[in-house]
Nanobody, 121 residues
Framework: QLVESGGGLVQAGDSLRLSCAAS????????MCWFRQAPGKEREFVAG????????YYSDSVKGRFTISRDNPNDSVYLQMNNLKPEDTAVYYC????????????????WGQGTQVTVSS
């Protein structure tokens, strides 16, 4: 099970740090990713990190602004979001997969319940 937190209402240019806590002892073997879903749009990939923190990958829309990290001893993954833009407004989800590099939603299980991020202009 995954539980996200850290969302909120911020202004454009502000920063937020999202957290995702896992409740499974096998957390460290999974690639962890963040997705987001804006109203009326499909859920899209945002960022991913390998099980050993050695590799990360990002969507073009957030590259250079967002940073994904993880803390395996504490079964947590984070998303540091800087220079937020109104188009970053969405519900953010964390998810786990055994397939590093994938962005296909069907490869991910489980999913968290999401945390809302709203960026005002």
């Amino acid at each position: 099970q995954l539980v996200e937190s850290g969302g909120g209402l911020v202004q454009a240019g502000d920063s937020l740090r999202l957290s995702c806590a896992a409740s499974r002892h096998t957390f460290s073997v999974y690639t962890m990713c963040w997705f987001r879903q804006a109203p009326g749009k499909e859920r899209e990939f945002v960022a991913g990190i390998s099980w050993n923190e050695a590799d990360t990958y990002y969507s073009d829309s957030v590259k250079g602004r967002f940073t994904i990290s993880r803390d395996n001893p504490n079964d947590s993954v984070y998303l540091q979001m800087n220079n937020l833009k109104p188009e970053d407004t969405a519900v953010y989800y964390c998810a786990a997969t055994l397939k590093y590099g994938t962005t296909f939603r069907g490869d991910f299980r489980p999913w968290g319940q999401g945390t809302q991020v709203t960026v005002s202009s």
